[in-house]
């Protein structure tokens, strides 16, 4: 990622390829059950980096959740499903979107994510965030604690995790974690460790850790101006913490789905939960193109899509149309250079 040298307060260009991510918070495929349900996750996996996603990710999740099906169906463990989906793939990068901070000790967290590096010959990433759903906390006996301390697990987890990274034998005494000269060998493939990926949107905790420690920030698609207004307070929050904002990637979830004709937009958005049917557009690709390219004048350089949208090998293929129209495109830098 580059940002050129200009100290008028223009509004510049950085030149970074997109990142597209391929999402599969869904287990649910038809005819695929038992046996079957990992060889589809292959399948999909596999035909997302041949379409050129960048990236495939899966919910960090026990139950599903609501708005994708009812809690009772098929929900797999995250770093099982990404270390086999590892040794099927060979470009991709490999994250949770995300792991929930309550779910693990950060530090045996970071020792799943190096060894996802290592198994994956360096594309594992660290995808985190707070936390939310208390249905399972509950289930498998997980202490949900308050948000405010759950944004503090959140901190010191990421702290204890870029530490063991990038030293031999760190410590760390946090008020929640605690790291004794940790040793974390074998070490992570990538120089410097895994990228860490942060999400959620909320402006005055959130986005504070994004810009103190990640890599790359996914957020929600939507509003536009809703979504500069909250870059701009990302972009104060890496004043605050001495950070370059162009050092950051800023991704967002959409909720699109790629369609031929008016008549297959509405068998797909049939098939959509009617509670997310709101949130999703089926469109053609140069429309698909059209829409991204304004988030991406915005200075957004990545964006998600759901295997809920994309369900067949035929979507996903035609998604990848889409990142080959979008490959010559320039993110620009909306925050002013100091």
């Known amino acids: 990622m580059a ?41 999909s996996a ?40 590892a040794a099927h793939t060979s470009k991709v990068r490999l994250s949770t979107l995300v792991t929930g901070v309550t779910y693990r000790n950060p530090a045996l967290l970071a020792k799943q994510v190096t060894t996802l590096d290592v198994i994956s010959k360096g594309r594992a990433m660290l995808g985190i ?70 999400g959620g949107m909320g402006e005055k905790k959130t986005l504070r850790i994004l810009a103190k420690h990640g890599d790359i920030g996914h957020w929600f698609g939507g509003d536009l101006e809703d979504l500069k207004r909250k870059k701009r307070v990302f972009e104060e929050h890496c004043v605050a913490v001495g950070r370059d904002p162009s050092s950051v990637l800023l991704t967002l979830g959409v909720g699109i789905i790629l369609v031929d004709n008016e008549h297959e937009a509405k068998i797909w958005l049939e098939r959509i939960p009617e509670a997310r049917r709101s949130m999703i557009r089926a469109v053609s690709v140069p429309q698909a193109a059209e829409i991204l390219q304004t988030y991406v004048d915005a200075g957004f350089g990545g964006f998600t899509f759901n295997n809920p949208t994309l369900p067949t090998l035929e979507a996903i293929a035609r998604a990848g149309e889409l990142i080959k129209l979008m490959s010559g495109s320039r993110v620009a830098a909306t925050q002013d250079v100091l």
């Open 129 to 198: 965030g707070a936390a939310w759903n208390e249905s399972e906390h509950m289930g498998y006996g997980i202490e949900f604690p308050p948000i405010a301390e759950r944004m503090e697990r959140l901190d010191e987890a990421v702290t204890i995790a870029k530490l063991m990274f990038t030293e031999e034998r760190p410590s760390f005494s946090g008020k929640h974690y605690r790291i004794d000269r940790a040793l974390n060998s074998p070490r992570p493939i990538q120089a410097g460790g895994p990228k860490i990926l942060i």
């Open 46 to 85: 596999r035909a997302a980096e041949a379409a050129g996603f960048g990236l495939v990710t899966v919910m960090d999740h026990f139950y599903q959740i609501g708005g994708m099906g009812p809690e009772t169906d098929p929900m797999l463990e995250a770093y099982t499903t990404l270390a086999a989906i």
């Open 3 to 43: 940002l050129g040298n200009d100290r008028s307060g223009r509004r510049l260009v950085l030149d970074v390829s997109l990142l597209f991510g391929f999402h599969m918070p869904n287990y649910t495929f038809p005819g695929a059950t038992g046996e079957a349900l990992f060889d589809h996750v292959v399948e």
